[in-house]
């Protein structure tokens, strides 16, 4: 499901903050601290804001609290017109993220964003042309499991005393 789909139709029982989950697709995914805080945020305005709605959608506006459908594409399209970027950098820009946090495994970006094979291999293969120059400047000849012992020789050390 895309992230205007999502936007548009995810329902509050879509949202499990308290095992920081979200439901997309029929696949459920966790949720990282900037999406929970967002959310948390936006559940607090949605109650002030409109309290006593029945809608279940996840997004609501001053129309659709007083019915039960989603809001409009062009209501998503108003808001997210004027931001410095669009919801599919912010997707592209979240992905690499996770990959660059939590190391360059496509089997984790495949889970954590139901992302296909070929994807998620991008994404890992993206992170980790980015993290290899680090890694380089960290140890420049090498891992430091590759430069030989870490310490003196057994023979070479002082004996212990008793």
Known sequence: MGVWRLLQH???DDIDLGNRRIVAAA???PLDDLTHRAILDWLTHRRD???NTANPHLLINGQTALEHGPVSNSWLS????????TLEQLRVDRQLDEALTHGPDPLHLAAVFGLDHSTAMRYANAAR???????ERQHPHGSPGTQGPTSTPTASR?????
Request: glycine share 6%; proline share 21%.
């Open 78 to 85: 108003m808001i997210a017109r004027g931001l410095p970027v």
């Open 158 to 162: 002082p004996p212990s005393s008793p």
């Open 49 to 51: 804001r409109w309290p």
């Open 27 to 29: 696949t459920h995914r």
């Open 10 to 12: 995810g329902h509050l």
């Open 129 to 135: 042309a980015l993290l290899e120059p680090l890694t």
